[in-house]
């Protein structure tokens, strides 16, 4: 079985930043298979896309409205994931998820993740 463990959220001012981090455990995980994504969800909206990053870290994609504030990185000796995220803004507050895909490539659906964290609030406030 495999767990995804977030931390990092938190209440932040308009244009501060957080990082966020996941952690995976289990014996089936492996790092060099897994592409990893991230997502969010706002109260009374649809879960979205917000990151993805492939197995080596090599690839990355980003939703438009985070691109050149956000960026996903990856650590496969700790199986973690990262967002750093920078010049936040009041439209970012949600509840976030990190997830894992496996296969090697960048994906930005959810139904092509296989397992999920229980996500971390992040709430900016003006």
């Known amino acids: 079985q495999v767990q995804l463990v977030e931390s990092g959220g938190g209440l932040v001012q308009a244009g501060g930043s957080l990082r966020l981090s996941c952690v995976a455990s289990?014996?089936?995980?492996?790092?060099?298979?897994?592409?990893w994504g991230w997502f969010r969800q706002a109260p009374g909206k649809e879960r979205e896309f917000v990151a993805c990053?492939?197995?080596?870290?090599?690839?990355?994609q980003y939703e438009d409205s985070v691109k050149g504030r956000f960026t996903i990185s990856r650590d496969n000796g700790q199986n973690t994931v990262y967002l750093q995220m920078n010049s936040l803004k009041r439209e970012d507050t949600a509840v976030y998820h990190c997830?894992?895909?496996?296969?090697?490539?960048?994906?930005?659906?959810?139904?092509?993740?296989?397992?999920w964290g229980q996500g971390t609030q992040v709430t900016v406030s003006s």
């Open positions: 997830a894992a895909r496996r296969a090697p490539t960048c994906a930005t659906t959810a139904s092509e993740y296989q397992y």
């Open positions: 289990g014996r089936t995980f492996h790092s060099y298979d897994t592409a």
């Open positions: 990053i492939d197995w080596i870290g090599s690839w990355t």
